[in-house]
C-alpha cells in the first residue's frame, strides 16, 4: 500500500490551497483518514480526520478554515485549506489506516503515511 499526497505550494496569505493524497495497493478498506503536519523544530501534529462513517474532526487551530474530504471509490482524501496564515506553513502528511491483503490474501490493518508535500504561506 502506498499513499501518494500532492496540491502543496507556495501561497499568499489569505489564499487557499486543496491538498490530496491517494492510496493504493490491495486495500479492502480505510477506516481513518487523515492529515497531519510538521513545521521547522516542531513535532508533527494532527490537522484534521474523517472516518469512513463520514464523521470528522479537527484541530482548533483550523477549524472554520480547512475542510477535509474523502472519495473512498479513489481511496482519496483531500484537504481543502482557505483563509491560511503563514503560521500554516508546515510540510503536510496523509495517514490512512489501511485493511488490505497480504502477499497470502490474508487481511491485514496497518497504518501508512504519505511522503509529505510543502506548503509555504508569505505573509
Known amino acids: 500500500v502506498q499513499l501518494q499526497a500532492s496540491g502543496g505550494g507556495l501561497v499568499q496569505a489569505g489564499g487557499s490551497l486543496r491538498l490530496a493524497c491517494a492510496a493504493s495497493?490491495?486495500?479492502?478498506?480505510?477506516?481513518?483518514m487523515s492529515w497531519y503536519r510538521q513545521s521547522p523544530g516542531k513535532q508533527r501534529e494532527l490537522v484534521a480526520s474523517?472516518?469512513?462513517?463520514?464523521?470528522?474532526n479537527y484541530a482548533d487551530f483550523v477549524k472554520g478554515r480547512f475542510t477535509i474530504s474523502r472519495d473512498d471509490a479513489k481511496n482519496a482524501v483531500y484537504l481543502q485549506m482557505n483563509s491560511l496564515k503563514p503560521e500554516d506553513t508546515a510540510v503536510y502528511y496523509c495517514?490512512?489506516?489501511?485493511?488490505?491483503?497480504?502477499?497470502?490474501?490474508?487481511?491485514?490493518?496497518?497504518?501508512?503515511w504519505g511522503k509529505g508535500t510543502q506548503v509555504t504561506v508569505s505573509s
Open positions: 474523517q472516518t469512513t462513517s463520514g464523521s470528522t
Open positions: 495497493g490491495r486495500i479492502i478498506s480505510i477506516e481513518t
Open positions: 495517514n490512512a489506516d489501511v485493511t488490505y491483503y497480504d502477499t497470502a490474501y490474508l487481511p491485514r490493518d496497518m497504518t501508512y
